[in-house]
């Protein structure tokens, strides 16, 4: 299977949450600059986000203006622009995100032009949205999100040599469940705020019936002077 590889490459507390109270310390200020520190060791051409933390961080929670009698396209790929090298990776399976462009800015990282990620649940009009904002899309999955389809696309399609995975918890362990996680890059944050009601790295979907643990091998320790730890693992087998 010819895919990128794929860094999960995240910043997480000492209790494993990856959002909530922590984010706003010193400590995770300066986990933040460890994070992009890393980020431009792997210099991936691409990172996937979930669709809560696009809301969150990009699109606002804006809706999409949707067309009462849409264009109607073909259920199949579209990319808007061949010659861009940089991506932002959202998975959106059904089409909510209100874009206002096709592109974002975040962290001095380069301009990284959107990808939506689709299944075949997507409306019509959702479709039509996209084209007229020169969004790319690609389909990954009838009803259910194949990561797999999904990374061979981002291949095939886009170039894409090195993915960096930073999702959801959920969105983590399904990348992670389909056996294409290569490596898992974490910047532990020295703080912990004891919350129950805010995600960890890895997090199964209420759909499975069981979780699977997932064995990894360690890969390097640093310390940074700021007291953060960077953790190193490859995917174990």
Request: charged share 25%; proline share 4%.
């Amino acid at each position: 299977m010819k895919r990128p590889y794929i860094v999960c490459h995240m910043m997480m507390a000492l209790d494993g949450k990856i959002s909530g109270e922590f984010m706003n310390t010193e400590q995770a200020e300066a986990g933040n600059r460890e994070y992009e520190r890393v980020n431009r060791f792997y210099a991936p051409q691409a990172w996937v986000n979930g669709r809560i933390t696009i809301d969150e961080n990009f699109t606002f929670y804006l809706k999409p203006d949707l067309e009462q009698n849409p264009t109607v396209y073909p259920r199949e790929d579209f990319i808007a622009d061949v010659s861009a090298q940089s991506f932002i990776v959202a998975i959106d399976t059904t089409g909510k995100l209100g874009w206002e462009k096709n592109y974002v800015e975040y962290a001095g990282r380069p301009k990284a032009y959107v990808i939506e990620v689709l299944t075949n649940k997507v409306s019509d009009a959702y479709l039509s949205f996209l084209r007229k904002k020169n969004i790319s899309y690609v389909f990954a999955g009838d009803e259910k999100l194949s990561c797999t389809t999904l990374v061979q696309k981002l291949r095939s399609e886009f170039g894409i040599e090195t993915l960096k995975l930073s999702g959801g918890g959920k969105i983590n362990y399904s990348f992670l469940q389909e056996g294409i996680i290569d490596e898992l890059s974490l910047i532990i944050v020295p703080v912990a705020d004891g919350a129950n009601d805010t995600p960890t790295l890895f997090e199964q979907s209420s759909h499975v019936l069981k979780s699977i643990p997932y064995a990894f091998t360690l890969k390097s320790v640093e310390a940074t002077d700021s007291g953060c730890i960077w953790v190193r693992y490859d995917k174990g087998e």
